[in-house]
């Protein structure tokens, strides 16, 4: 499922509303630092990598253009969405579209809000860190809670830690949304007690001002993979539930 414009949309998002996309990667194929095997974007070999990352300039020219056209026809969005075809802060220039887009947001469309979809690998990264805190949504994703999990579910690139990604999304003060994704494969399975309670834990030390529980809607490049019901996910984080956090849970 990917994307061919750096701005698309608006389409129905499950957990943001009606949402105007932002692909910030090459509209011809996927670039991530994670290779998830439920990513509805497909394996990273499988993209077409040979054209390059949006400038700055494109994306306010790409966007302002479309605002623009909006605001004459009426059509009405909740959000203005980073997400595309992998990972949105690995562009370079992703501080300066962070700025240009929140200036173009109050001018075409103010009180419509401001998400990044991101795996949280560059929130570490001190300029990436304060883009990410100008927004209104920062979701960050944390699907396992050690680097054994987040190999079989997240394929990641070489150097990811999740104690070192745990500690930069400290810094958020909890002033973040946290996403992540349930689902059983033959090698990892999201309601194991040893994973559940581990991400627990970890949702305790971050407090994040909101969780978005989620699972598979789209076809998968893994194959075998198995969903969860929102009734399920619901029974597996009663615990936290019990204990105030607020979590939106999409079957």
Same mark, same amino acid.
């Given at each position: 499922m990917l994307r061919e414009d750096v701005?698309?949309?608006? +389409?129905?998002?499950?957990?943001?509303?009606?949402?105007?996309?932002?692909?910030?990667l090459p509209t011809g194929g996927k670039v991530c630092n994670f290779d998830c095997i439920y990513c509805e974007c497909g394996w990273n070999r499988d993209g077409r990598t040979d054209e390059k990352l949006p400038?700055?300039?494109k994306v306010r020219r790409?966007?302002?253009?479309?605002?623009?056209?909006m605001l004459l026809d009426g059509t009405h969005i909740d959000s203005i969405t980073f997400s595309g075809d992998g990972e949105p802060t690995l562009n370079p220039e992703f501080p300066k579209i962070i700025d240009d887009t929140l200036k173009l947001r109050d001018a075409y469309c103010p009180g419509v809000k401001v998400s990044v979809l991101s795996n949280a690998t560059r929130a570490c990264v001190p300029e990436v860190f304060e883009a990410l805190r100008k927004v209104d949504n920062p979701i960050m994703k944390l699907d396992a809670p050690d680097n054994a999990g987040a190999q079989l579910i997240n394929n990641p690139a070489p150097g990811y830690d999740?104690?070192?990604?745990?500690?930069?999304?400290? =810094?958020? =003060?909890?002033? +973040?949304?946290m996403q992540t994704m349930f689902l059983r494969s033959p090698y990892f399975d999201s309601s194991d007690p040893g994973h559940l309670d581990g991400w627990m834990n970890i949702v305790r030390r971050l407090k994040p001002r909101e969780i978005m529980v989620y699972t598979i809607d789209r076809p998968?490049?893994?194959?075998?993979?198995? =969903?969860f019901t929102a009734e399920q996910m619901k029974e597996l984080v009663s615990p936290l539930l019990k204990e105030g956090f607020k979590i939106q849970i999409k079957g």
């Open positions: 701005v698309f949309g608006p +389409f129905n998002s499950r957990r943001l509303g009606r949402s105007l996309g932002i692909n910030l400038d700055a300039a790409a966007l302002e253009d479309r605002l623009g056209e999740v104690e070192r990604t745990v500690e930069a999304l400290e =810094k958020f =003060k909890g002033n +973040f949304i998968t490049p893994e194959a075998g993979l198995e =969903k």
